[in-house]
């Protein structure tokens, strides 16, 4: 490797690491919905210059996490309680159906892989770590999806989920119920070997259900510098 491509690599690096920090911050709330931060003030937060959370930050935008403020920097996107509804609503239509619809296409060689995504989840809940845990779980249920080989329903889902944080983690967590929620992908994943359809369906929509219950949206704070 040249030395333009290590210094490719070292900035492709540090963005990745601003941008899971970035990520982390909005998912705790700890960067908060509706308020405007500057990149240079980011910067100065985390330890870097100004640069690399632009860079990150217009990833984030793609997440539909932030938008830009022109000439000011970003805001972190508020999420209405309605948006969370229908989102739900849309899920609850969706991902129940599928996930008994693919119940007898799934081979019973993929089930140590779906039991490793499982555990993941499990096991950035029992960390603490939000954004492993909420990347986790977006991964294992569009693995899901994909048996059913429409991809437009797949990517449906995964649009709909960019557009909600599960906010309020970091208070789950300490309560220990991030974990307890963590473990339902297991329960989901011992009906479908046994092959009962139904309850998979029954066990998805009270799994988003609850999730939709979970969710809180924080007030709104003046613009931080």
Do not use: C
Not at 8 to 13: A, D, I, L, M, R
Not at 46 to 56: H, K, L, M, N
Not at 58 to 70: G, H, Q
Not at 171 to 185: D, K, P, T
């Amino acid at each position: 490797m040249n030395t333009t491509n290590i210094r490719q690599f070292e900035k492709v690096s540090l963005r990745e690491r601003v941008s899971r920090a970035l990520r982390a911050a909005i998912v705790s709330g700890e960067l908060e919905p509706g308020v405007v931060y500057s990149a240079p003030a980011l910067g100065a937060r985390f330890g870097v210059s100004a640069t690399p959370v632009r860079e990150a930050m217009l990833d984030l935008v793609r997440e539909n996490l932030v938008m830009t403020v022109r000439n000011k920097g970003f805001r972190v996107a508020t999420v209405e309680e309605s948006d969370l509804d229908e989102i739900t609503e849309l899920r609850m239509l969706i991902e129940p159906p599928l996930a008994a619809q693919v119940t007898p296409l799934i081979p019973a060689g993929d089930m140590p892989m779906l039991r490793e995504m499982a555990d993941a989840i499990v096991q950035g809940a029992m960390a603490g770590d939000l954004v492993a845990y909420t990347e986790s779980d977006r991964a294992f249920h569009l693995r899901l999806l994909e048996y059913a080989g429409n991809r437009r329903v797949t990517a449906l889902i995964s649009d709909l989920r960019a557009h909600t944080r599960l906010f309020g983690l970091a208070s789950l967590y300490e309560s220990g119920e991030l974990e307890a929620s963590a473990r339902e992908h297991h329960t989901i994943l011992d009906a479908i070997a046994s092959g009962d359809a139904q309850q998979v369906q029954e066990l998805m929509a009270a799994h988003i259900s609850q999730t939709r219950g979970r969710w809180a949206r924080p007030a709104e704070s003046p613009a931080h510098d």
